[in-house]
């Protein structure tokens, strides 16, 4: 699949991840940045995402304990291959 095929698939969490440079668009310079990341080359743009996002889902609580899973994706990984380090 291509790599504007990928981009155009991309939707919620996903998508807030593939936009590295954080102006909302996912476009070739978000993957430009997230190649050089990758192959320890320092970006010569601002890699301005947060290392983690995340979304809180919405929820009510009306007594007793709650449990609340919420999903968390690194920055860049559009395709949930990272795995971290025990304990982080």
């Not at 790599?3 to 668009?25: H, Q, R």
Request: aromatic residues 8%; proline residues 7%; negative net charge.
């Amino acid at each position: 699949q291509s790599v504007t095929g990928v981009i155009a698939a991309l939707t919620g969490l996903d998508y807030l991840a593939g936009d590295v440079t954080w102006d909302t668009n996912v476009l070739m310079v978000d993957v430009q940045l997230m190649r050089q990341v990758v192959s320890n080359n320092p970006p010569g743009t601002v890699f301005n995402s947060p290392d983690y996002i995340y979304i809180i889902p919405a929820f009510a609580v009306s007594g007793g304990d709650v449990i609340q899973d919420v999903p968390v994706i690194c920055s860049g990984d559009v395709d949930h291959s990272y795995e971290p380090a025990a304990g982080k």
